[in-house]
């Protein structure tokens, strides 16, 4: 690379000053040395330099601060503001950078609709670069969702960008065993010249390299995508090749870029979340990670061996984590000395997150910030264009459709999924082989409040339905995947997903029900199929898909048609390509037992369901209705307690629906505390 062979050569000019100034010190002193050790003290002299290191990440194409799914504003998302907090952050530094840390493209309906509706023309400028270019970053990172739209919408996305993108850890499939001849996708790190000032107003230049990664998951979670073109390896061993020669290429400081959550567990081969591994790392001076949605540094790591939350610092590192859809901008203040010779250290650093918003008591927020015009004018017309296009009704639901109470009971926001893809699969598999299998379909709740907030809640009122609703029901690209399965591996895949509850002590009251450290998109409810989980047994697998109790047995009474299902006949089980590409660890769950792999997305086929049943019914639509095939096992007095939606409507559904579910109160966070009566 141009640029690294640049840094070099700056590099060996820094170290051909050094022994200059080291020969010239022995030849031009006195005899009694006194000029030696004047000049010696005098190069020796560190300046200081102070350098803000700004990120976003996990923008998921949310720039406008507005909720397609409600057609509402809201102040608690959006670049247009983070972009106001950049600028400010910038104003306040006398030197700064900025970089971005991927997963932008998608996650919001502007982006499906650039990429699934729209289209990018050759040379036309996607609205993320739009708005991005105006913010002059340096350098930007991939994430793991870039893949999810196929790797020549991902290049012509990018192309456009006013900044570079890195990834080291991506190389070319050049389908064979050597790897010491792969050739990275992208340009794994770069070495950027920064001129900056120090404390005292005099110039320099500081040789900054960044790095960037992505989980290796990408092969599993984007398959279709990547397979036989690309192949992803371990972001610790990468980083170990790379920051020593970026060192030799003359950086003065590394900056690593992972797209990587945190945990301190002891590191596993291609970790998905390995930003703490990157921290024991000799050379890396600041690490700026996303991935996990969480704020770094917060409460949320106080308990993580060696993670100082009130410096910001992993085992002394600096780093810093900005949250999600443009809620934050997070940054480092580094303070640098630099010698007369060139030779940098990094004295003290503090991190830091600023909010766009604060929260209030009644769920509302309260912009601290205002809107970017720069970036509002640039969008505004492909914004409109999405709100347009999101709010066109083509269905009809004649019963609502929530996701308040779906990890306390059967609902219809997984049910209508799971339906649509039985649907679906029937018709594929008419007329071939597989024709006759029994067909059991798999859905979770993708907005149950969790991390993303109170709000985090589908919530579709009887009537219209447009594609803002299917895009509210099934937030994420996936494609449908069909695997084959017997009984008893479809008995473990329910084990893991009851893992989503803590162990319950019958006659205990008031105990938590739900373990938040397992995801609500793991909890899996498998329809054609009816059974119970009996919470008061152990979880038998962990959050992770290890063996936690392997003798322990949550799911009782699983039965297919009526009957205690054999462990050995088979199955068809719907899902999609994260799960079956072995998203989550589900145990014995691998790309190797797909029999289908469809090329169409979930939440397509959950349009074209709700189209062909409104046909079926084109006065009140069709009843999306839950049809209760998962209960908990009666546990007798006792009285669990979980949170759910705060809102009006939900209380009024429990109070309406659900005679074992009672609204107690709201808690700290503004989530709604309620108590489930087991004693069913």
């Known amino acids: 690379m141009k640029a690294n062979n640049a840094s070099a050569l700056r590099h060996s000019l820094k170290i051909s000053l050094l022994t200059a100034t080291a020969i010239g010190l022995t030849a031009c002193g006195s005899d009694d040395g006194t000029d030696d050790i004047e000049r010696h003290a005098k190069a020796s002299q560190a300046k200081t330099v102070e350098l803000r290191v700004m990120e976003t990440t996990d923008l998921h194409a949310y720039l406008m601060n507005h909720n397609y799914f409600t057609n509402s504003q809201d102040d608690s998302v959006g670049f247009v503001k983070t972009a106001s907090l950049i600028k400010a952050a910038r104003e306040e530094a006398t030197n700064s950078v900025l970089v971005d840390n991927g997963d932008l493209i998608q996650g919001s309906p502007l982006g499906d609709y650039m990429a699934k509706i729209k289209g990018l023309e050759n040379n036309e400028v996607h609205p993320i670069y739009k708005a991005m270019n105006l913010l002059d970053y340096d350098v930007a990172n991939i994430g793991n969702h870039e893949f999810n739209y196929g790797l020549e919408f991902l290049k012509e996305s990018i192309d456009d960008a006013n900044f570079p993108y890195i990834s080291a850890n991506v190389f070319f499939d050049d389908h064979d065993d050597d790897e010491t001849n792969d050739v990275s996708y992208f340009t794994p790190y770069i070495i950027q010249q920064k001129n900056v000032l120090d404390t005292q107003g005099n110039a320099h230049t500081l040789d900054i390299g960044y790095i960037g990664f992505v989980p290796p998951q990408i092969m599993n979670w984007d398959q279709a995508h990547l397979e036989g073109k690309l192949k992803a390896k371990d972001i610790v061993d990468m980083a170990v090749k790379y920051v020593p020669q970026m060192k030799a290429e003359g950086a003065d400081i590394i900056i690593a870029i992972p797209h990587s959550g945190l945990t301190s567990d002891t590191r ?34 106080e308990n993580v061996s060696g993670v100082d939350i009130e410096k910001g610092t992993i085992n002394g590192v600096a780093a810093v984590m900005p949250g999600f859809w443009g809620n934050n901008l997070g940054y480092i203040d580094m303070t640098l000395s630099v010698t007369e010779l060139g030779e940098w250290t990094v004295i003290d650093t503090q991190s830091v997150l600023k909010p766009i918003a604060n929260r209030n008591e009644d769920r509302s927020y309260t912009p601290l910030v205002e809107s970017h015009m720069g970036v509002k004018e640039a969008i505004t017309h492909d914004h409109q264009a999405v709100v347009d296009w999101v709010s066109e009704p083509f269905a009809k639901i004649s019963a609502p459709i929530n996701s308040f109470f779906a990890l306390a009971q ?54 219209d339905v447009s594609y803002g609703n299917v895009a509210d029901l099934y937030i994420y690209p996936n494609t449908l995947k069909v695997l084959k399965l017997t009984g008893a591996e479809v008995k473990e895949w329910l084990e893991m997903s009851a893992g989503q509850f803590n162990q319950i002590t019958v006659g ?77 660890n589900f145990p014995g769950i691998t790309a190797e037992k797909i029999v289908i792999d469809a090329p169409n997305e979930n939440r397509q086929v959950v349009a ?73």
Request: aromatic content about 10%.
């Open 268 to 301: 596993k081969k291609n970790a998905e979340n390995a930003s703490y591994y990157l921290s024991e790392i000799e050379g890396i001076d600041a690490i700026l990670f996303g991935h996990a949605h969480q704020n770094f540094p917060s409460e949320a790591y």
């Open 608 to 680: 074209d369901y709700l189209i062909a049943q409104t046909q079926l019914n084109p006065t009140t639509g069709f009843d999306p209705s839950a049809d209760g095939n998962w209960t908990f096992t009666s546990l007798p007095n006792t009285v669990v307690k979980f949170v759910g939606s705060p809102s009006d409507t939900a209380k009024d559904f429990a109070a309406n629906n659900l005679p074992a579910v009672d609204y107690v109160q709201n808690d700290a966070d503004d989530f709604g505390i309620y108590t489930l009566n087991m004693n069913n």
């Open 410 to 463: 059967d609902d219809p926001s997984i049910q209508v999924v799971t339906d649509a893809q039985r649907w679906y699969t029937e018709t594929l598999i008419s007329g071939t082989e597989l024709e006759g299998m029994p067909i059991l379909s798999v859905g979770a709740p993708f907005r149950a409040g969790g991390r993303q907030g109170p709000d985090n809640y589908t919530n579709l009122a009887s009537g």
């Open 508 to 584: 205990s009251v008031n105990s938590d029900l739900i373990n938040t450290e397992f995801p609500s998109y793991n909890f899996d409810v498998i329809d054609g199929v009816t059974y119970e989980i009996d919470v008061s047994q152990p979880a038998k697998y962990s959050s992770k898909g290890d063996i936690a109790n392997i003798n322990s047995q949550r799911i009782i009474n699983l039965k297919f048609n009526g009957e205690a299902i054999n462990p050995a006949q088979s199955f068809l089980v719907v899902s999609n390509n994260y799960r079956a590409g072995g998203g989550g």
